[in-house]
T-cell receptor, first 111, second 117 residues
């Protein structure tokens, strides 16, 4: 069964460093998303991407964040200068119909 | 105001019993979708069930059903014959604006369900 794949599963980074989180969505899906979940809290929407451009973004998704779909398969989230409060689980999701399918997440720890 | 409200932070249920997880939502859109996801301790988000706002029948998927009461803006998840493997966090979520747009999901705070033998 096709699935959304995220790499790496864990990433530890120094505050102020740039990180790139990678995702391979399900191949025939059209809509792509990033969400984050701070430990013990609810899942929060960051950004949606459709037709090679950002469709919607939340107030969390400020200038430190960017997304790219550099080729036909990968979808990346870049955080330019990480802060301690960026520590969270980051989920990529994709969909074609109603339901969104999530990757297993990347746990980002900023130290 | 919260768009998705889950009022049960935690629930303990005996194995084989049915369990209802509450979810109420708030939207002024006529077209929207309601979703339930399961998050086990391993952390992944597993899609369980979907209900469209125009669907007249309650959605069912195996042991999961969604009790959709549009006038009350509630979308409770019912799990029949609970199993130990059902122990997890359960999140209710909504997408506003219909199924065709790129809008993201708004999640509730979740209910931590523990099934006891």
């Amino acid at each position: 069964e096709p699935e959304v794949t995220q790499t790496p599963s864990h990433q530890v980074t120094q505050m102020g460093q740039e990180v790139i989180l990678r995702c391979v969505p399900i191949s025939n899906h059209l809509y792509f998303y990033w969400y984050r979940q701070i430990l013990g809290q609810k899942v929060e929407f960051l950004v949606s991407f459709y037709n090679n451009e950002i469709s919607e973004k939340s107030e969390i998704f400020d200038d430190q964040f960017s997304v790219e779909r550099p080729d036909g398969s990968n979808f990346t989230l870049k955080i330019r200068s990480t802060k301690l409060e960026d520590s969270a689980m980051y989920f990529c999701a994709s969909r074609w119909g109603a339901e969104a399918f999530f990757g297993q997440g990347t746990r980002l720890t900023v130290v | 105001a919260q768009k998705i409200t889950q009022t049960q932070p935690g629930m303990f249920v005996q194995e084989k019993e049915a369990v209802t997880l509450d979810c109420t939502y708030d939207t002024s859109d006529q077209s929207y979708g309601l979703f339930w996801y399961k998050q086990p301790s391993s952390g992944e988000m597993i899609f369980l069930i979907y209900q469209g706002s125009y669907d007249e029948q309650n959605a069912t998927e195996g042991r999961y059903s969604l009790n959709f009461q549009k006038a009350r803006k509630s979308a409770n998840l019912v799990i029949s014959a609970s199993q130990l493997g059902d122990s997890a966090m359960y999140f209710c979520a909504m997408r506003e604006g219909g199924g065709g747009g790129a809008d993201g999901l708004t999640f509730g705070k979740g209910t931590h369900l523990i099934i006891q033998p």
